[in-house]
């Protein structure tokens, strides 16, 4: 069994122990050691780290296994050990964010199933590698969700649309109103910290700058420590003033706003004017548009001052998309807008026809020849799928085929220019008309059906 040491900066951290491949050995070994630093490898005497998961300036975080469980249970490892040249007081507050997020968790998760679950919060002092010197960690085991966070989603599959929006809105929010009524704010809601698991259900992570308050007079809560992710979080957040629940809805709406546009944060606000600008960048319908934007508000006070609210907003849409409390997978696809799709069959068809009388003079057989046409056609289709090719490349690539095909006389047999342009402006009206009228007949048959 491969286990993996937990001391950061430990040169050959997989260690491989044949014995513990026994299952009796397994669960009556005391402990095991790194054969390269000399860690204590089995942590609490129960957790086996299997797999770094990733790394920072804080600690890391790992994959392990439970040993005291039937089925091992896969678990996550949180460890604290802050790297560089903290001062007392900086070392202070990465702390106590730290134990913030297993108090959290512990108040949370074990009432909420879209919450991962705290299971151990303990502390191990070892000796460092300095003669004379004791290391101390902090550790953190919470549930580990198998699946992929919306900011892998994004990256790997693409724009989300209206629809998986509108899920996204109807899983997190009743989330944030439960954290809510816990008198707590997330203060750190973003993509990376949503996660979808491989049942389609929405989890919300990583509770380290949790922060409990308590209602003052007026209304008034207690004050950020400063403590956000740049692009998500309101000025009251990055000014470090007072946070509200509303704060958490605003970071969700960006949220929302990053997996619509694919965009950075950063790229749609005017910080100057503290204006968003992101309609310009996706077609989303009005009703939508309109409660995202009172979300992103800048005055706390103009925004929807409870999930509860947003739900009830979300609830009077002409569609609601109704949403089951655990959704099931979804296979996503970059979005795209009408005027994308057409403009894509234009191109596509307009490239088929000049492929079609290139490749039909060159072959002896015109069989052949269309025959590979519709191989390279098919390549481009697929590259306009994923966004390779789009906008001003479409018309850099169809003038330049269409200068190649006129100027090399083997590639349009006896073809004149004005044929060869009939032809090709043609099959692009054909691709645009075949795909509108695939496209209202499937809009007839969704509303049928």
Not at 35 to 64: D, H
Not at 300 to 309: F, K, L, T
Request: aromatic residues 8%.
């Amino acid at each position: 069994m491969e286990v993996f040491c937990t001391r950061l900066g430990c040169p050959r951290p997989l260690n491989h122990f044949t014995d513990l491949d026994n299952s009796a050995i397994l669960k009556t070994t005391e402990q095991k050691y790194c054969t390269c630093c000399g860690m204590p490898l089995i942590l609490q005497g129960r957790y086996l780290p299997v797999k770094l998961l990733g790394q920072g300036g804080f600690g890391a975080a790992f994959l392990a296994r439970d040993r005291y469980t039937p089925g091992m249970r896969q678990c996550v490892v949180k460890q604290f050990k802050p790297s560089g040249d903290l001062s007392a007081t900086q070392l202070m507050t990465a702390q106590t964010l730290f134990e913030r997020e297993a108090v959290a968790l512990e108040q949370l998760g074990d009432r909420h199933d879209q919450i991962p679950d705290l299971l151990a919060f303990f502390e191990l002092s070892v000796p460092s590698w300095q003669p004379n010197k004791q290391e101390r960690f902090f550790y953190l085991v919470q549930e580990f969700i198998d699946g992929e966070t919306l900011e892998a989603e994004l990256e790997s599959q693409g724009r989300f649309s209206e629809s998986q929006v509108l899920q996204l809105l109807y899983a997190i929010l009743p989330v944030l109103q439960f954290v809510h009524e816990q008198k707590a704010i997330h203060r750190d809601i973003k993509p990376s910290n949503i996660i979808r698991d491989r049942h389609g259900k929405l989890y919300l992570l990583d509770f380290g700058a949790v922060k409990q308050v308590t209602s003052q007079a007026g209304g008034a809560q207690s004050a950020s420590t400063g403590i956000y992710s740049m692009g998500f979080a309101p000025p009251e957040q990055v000014s470090g003033g007072e946070v509200y629940p509303s704060t958490d809805l605003y970071a969700l709406a960006v949220t929302a706003v990053n997996l619509l546009t694919g965009k950075k944060p950063t790229d749609l606000y005017d910080a100057g004017r503290n204006q968003w600008h992101w309609r310009m960048h996706v077609e989303v319908s009005s009703e939508l548009a309109s409660i995202l934007t009172k979300m992103l508000s800048a005055q706390p006070q103009q925004r929807y001052q409870s999930a509860a609210e947003v739900l009830t907003a979300l609830h009077q849409l002409d569609r609601p998309t109704p949403i089951p409390s655990t959704p099931p997978p979804i296979t996503r696809r970059p979005s795209f807008a009408l005027w994308e799709v057409l403009t894509g069959a234009a191109f596509s068809g307009f490239e088929g026809a000049l492929l079609a009388i290139a490749l039909s003079s060159l072959f002896p057989t015109p069989a052949l020849g269309w025959a590979i046409a519709a191989v390279i056609l098919s390549g481009l289709v697929f590259a306009l799928s994923r966004r390779w090719i789009e906008k001003v490349d479409l018309l850099i690539i169809s003038v330049i085929s269409l200068v190649v095909v006129v100027f090399i006389p083997a590639l349009h047999a006896n073809l004149s220019v004005s044929s060869i342009l009939v032809l090709a402006i043609g099959g692009g009206l054909i691709a645009v008309a075949l795909t509108a009228l695939f496209k209202i007949i499937y809009q007839l048959l969704d509303r049928i059906l």
